[in-house]
Every structure is written in C-alpha cells, then in structure tokens.
C-alpha cells in the first residue's frame, strides 16, 4: 500500500476591501488588450474579474497543454471569463458558446474581437499587491500576494 502524503497546510490568505468598476467594451475591441489598458491606466496591483458576458466574432486561446494559441471565427456568447489582474501580469481564462452551445475554453490571448458588447465588473483589492514569481515546479512565473504598501493617511482639517 502505497504511503499518504500529509496534507498541505493551508497557504495564508490576506483579507482586502474591494472596490468595483463596471465597463463596457464594443463591437472591435479586443478583450484582452482592452483589459490589460485598463489595469494599465487605473494601476491596478491586484484586481479579479467579476462578472463578465457579452459576444466575440474571433476567439483567440492558448488551450490545455498546447503552446500555440487557437484562433476561432464565427459568432460566440462569453459564458464565462474569469482570473486575476495586476500590473505585473495577469491570468486570465475565457469560455466561449458557440450556435449549437458547443463550449470551449482556455487561456486568454490577444485576438478576442468583441461582436456586439462585453460587459464587465472588475474588483479591485484594496489592501493587497499581486506579483509573478518563478515558482520552481514547472518555472512559470506564479501568483504571489502581498500585503500593499501602506498609503500615507492624510491629516484631518483642525476644528475652528
């Protein structure tokens, strides 16, 4: 019989407030590229995906196990997309339906043509940072959260 491995501890989790924005992407845009300007311009050091549905004309995915991307066209409904968002990187999954509710899924990439609309809300924790960094098991760069750094509180008008 072979010998059970102990279990892990459990990794420490760090709480966060969180504020949200709602956009809308249309007909053209690219999903990934739209997202990751956003997370640029709003500077976003940790950040999920909410919710997101809309349509896409192309699907562009790195699927399971395969290095190059697969490039779908025709009319497809966003059932689901999902992930992490960061300055330092993100990691983003997207599954798409097509006319007949056949599914398929994997890793976002660049050529994700918006059709008619995406609509997305987009969480932003407050009091954590997150970074990618090698993790030696497979050396892809991983999720790491940290605690952000602390915002100079500034001071209160004195009473008159």
Known sequence: MPAIKPAAPAPAALPSAM?????????????????????EQQQIKAGAIVTCV??????????????????????????????????SGSHLHLAVSDSTGRTLGGHLLDGNLVYTTAELVLGVLEDVEFRREPDPTFGYRELTVYPAPKKPRKPRPTPR
């Open 19 to 39: 504020r949200t924005y709602a956009l809308r992407l249309t007909p053209g845009q690219d999903l990934r590229q739209q997202l990751n300007a956003f997370v």
């Open 54 to 87: 809309g349509s896409l004309t192309q699907a562009t995915l790195r699927l399971a196990n395969q290095e190059n991307p697969s490039v779908y066209r025709g009319h497809f409904e966003i059932v689901s997309l999902v992930g992490t968002l960061s300055t």
